[in-house]
């Protein structure tokens, strides 16, 4: 079970983070030195992934034109000598081979991954949601790809959540196979407190078989009238093995303000340039709270 490609829906207007994002993509908003889509597409790129596509929509415009070459800036920066810029701004192009199509209609995550099946054809397939970053020592869609691979199941990332959060999330009804991988049997979107399953929600990682698009397409709108991508795995895992892993690794919602300062705060932190000296400004500061 070879995955080699990997979807990223990335279509969202970035109503969370307004105004901010009134005319860049939420996507490029910048994550201490690059722009936070990259961290995604480099997580998959070392989980083995070749192929990316990318979901876009109006306005997403920019993240088309970083990840391509520019020939006048490389220049310039060749000829001043500055090699070491010159190689960030080269690097996102050489990553892998990635492609871009529009939603075209704002009908939820279900439709925006139903829109790659030419691009999958018949293989699996990773699906990384473009606001979430992960901070992990083995990257978070490849621990996916191994238990995907060991069961011979589609897998979704998961991690516990606080009852109070559930409710914007998904719940799992699971099964134990080995300390942190689980048998999912059902599921439900967005559940209220007496249609729980678990605490077990999904947390923007999947690595999906490609039966998921027939079952996309015949999905009627769901929660909020949208497509809704839990209601296809719903009934995926009724049909086909699903595993659940939870995994290892910080997960981070830069599509809020409050999760976008976390990352950019705990990315600073680990970062060469920036973290000894953000340590001391903290310090600086918290002697004045």
């Known amino acids: 079970m070879k995955v080699r490609k ?9 109503s969370r983070m307004l105004p901010a994002t009134k005319s860049i993509p939420k996507e490029m908003l910048p994550l201490v030195d690059r722009p936070v889509i990259q961290y995604i597409i480099e997580e998959a790129v070392a989980s083995g992934i070749e192929d990316i596509l990318i979901i876009t929509n109006r306005g997403k415009g920019p993240m088309e034109d970083y990840f391509d070459y520019f020939p006048e800036l490389e220049l310039r ?9 010159l190689n960030s ?40 949601l473009g606001d979430d970053i992960m901070k992990s020592k083995v990257p978070v869609t490849k ?6 691979e060991k069961y011979g199941a ?9 009852d109070e959060a559930l409710a914007r999330y998904s719940s799992l009804k699971i099964e134990a196979l080995e300390e942190n991988i689980y048998r999912v049997t059902d599921m439900v979107e967005k559940p209220k407190p007496s249609e729980r399953f678990s605490n077990y929600a999904i947390l923007g990682r999947y690595v999906l078989t490609p039966d998921i698009f027939d079952i996309l397409d015949g999905l009627e709108p ?18 086909s093995p699903m595993v659940a892993v939870d995994f290892e690794g910080v997960r981070y919602d830069t599509g809020n303000l409050k999760g976008y300062l976390e990352a950019t705060i705990d990315f ?4 060469d340039e920036t973290g000894e000296w953000l340590r001391e400004y903290l310090k600086s500061k918290s002697e004045l709270l």
Do not use: M, W
């Open 6 to 14: 990997a979807v990223i829906p990335a279509a969202g207007i970035g």
């Open 268 to 271: 600073a932190l680990d970062h």
């Open 77 to 85: 920066l060749e000829a001043d000598k500055k090699y070491d810029y």
């Open 89 to 128: 701004v080269k690097r996102p192009a050489d990553l892998a081979n990635i492609y871009f199509l529009r939603q075209k209609e704002t009908r939820g995550l279900g439709h925006a991954v139903g829109r790659a099946r030419t691009f999958v054809g018949d293989e699996p397939f990773a699906v990384l």
């Open 143 to 148: 621990q996916l790809i191994d238990a995907a």
């Open 154 to 162: 589609s897998a979704v990332g998961t991690q516990a959540v606080p």
């Open 222 to 239: 769901g929660y909020g009238g949208e497509i809704q991508l839990t209601d296809g795995l719903k009934k995926l895992c009724a049909v």
